[in-house]
């Protein structure tokens, strides 16, 4: 007996980088009718000079109305500089699509970042600083500049025996750095569960799971939680610039030497600078539209 080939529909669509998390935060919270998944495109990025953005959606194959309903949803969200296609495909596993498209790289001089599923392919070299990530749970993959920027400015600053603070910790992945620089203690919060429990897998894949609730405190809550307001040499904030004004009072009101900012663009450093005038403006660093800001405590 013949094994059933399934068939997907599979709706190619390419945008301008900037509009790319508009789309992800409205796929997040809507449904869209029978749709089987979809995956971002990360490898093409990561070597693109073009700023742009490639997503594949899986439909039915007889579901005539899907490649519609991407276009109504692109014009509802003003995304207007689109490219989308549609091809038929055989039985194709877009969580392997996934995977395949996401390799290793140097993210910094001395931080490796490794997908899990490479961890026993690849072969470090000397004074070369792995960072184990199962990418696709919650931000921080490692692959958009504000992540970047952070694990860069990591990698250059002393963390032995400090204090850190991990603002909005996604992946863990800001975490994991600290810690392998020698942080002495890492507190790391999010609004979302599942960045918590994703912090949790990738400090286990990092052979750093025994650190929990003894160098790492995880806690899913908000700026404005008591449990957060401590001393701390160093705070780590790749957020949003609104996250930054509905929480500026509390984040002031927290005492640290040293405030890293990134999440912003390079026209927002203006702003924060106004936001946090407590504070010296030390440092900017630049990658591609996105900024980091280092402030100390004048």
């Not at 908000?222 to 610039?241: G, V």
Request: hydrophobic share 40%.
């Amino acid at each position: 007996m013949s094994q059933q080939v399934a068939i997907y529909q599979e709706i190619e669509v390419v945008i301008p980088e900037e509009y790319f998390h508009l789309l992800n935060e409205y796929l997040e919270i809507y449904d869209i009718d029978n749709l089987i998944g979809y995956y971002e495109v990360l490898y093409d990025e990561l070597n693109s000079n073009n700023k742009k953005k490639k997503i594949i959606f899986y439909f039915p194959v007889d579901d005539e109305k899907a490649r519609w309903e991407i276009e109504a949803l692109l014009l509802s969200l003003d995304i207007k500089d689109y490219i989308i296609e549609d091809h038929t495909i055989q039985s194709r596993n877009y969580w392997e699509d996934y995977k395949n498209s996401f390799q290793p790289f140097m993210i910094s001089n001395h931080f490796y970042l490794i997908p899990i599923w490479h961890k026993d392919q690849v072969q470090l070299k000397e004074n070369i600083i792995p960072l184990y990530i199962e990418p696709g749970m919650a931000f921080g993959t490692g692959l958009h500049p504000s992540t970047q920027l952070m694990v860069e400015w990591i990698d250059k600053n002393d963390f032995n025996n400090k204090i850190v603070l991990d603002a909005g910790c996604g992946s863990g992945i800001l975490s994991i750095a600290a810690l392998k620089k020698g942080a002495k203690l890492v507190i790391a919060f999010d609004i979302d569960i599942n960045a918590i429990e994703s912090t949790k897998k990738n400090l286990t894949f990092n052979n750093l799971e025994h650190k929990i609730d003894k160098e790492i405190f995880l806690y899913q809550c908000s700026w404005n939680d008591p449990e957060i307001n401590r001393t701390y040499h160093i705070i780590l904030a790749n957020l949003t610039l609104p996250v930054f004004l509905k929480y500026q009072f509390y984040i002031k009101n927290i005492k640290t030497d040293i405030l890293v900012i990134s999440g912003i663009g390079i026209e927002q450093v203006q702003d924060i600078e106004k936001i946090f005038e407590n504070y010296n403006k030390s440092l900017v660093l630049e990658k591609k539209e996105w900024a980091l800001i280092e402030l100390r405590k004048k």
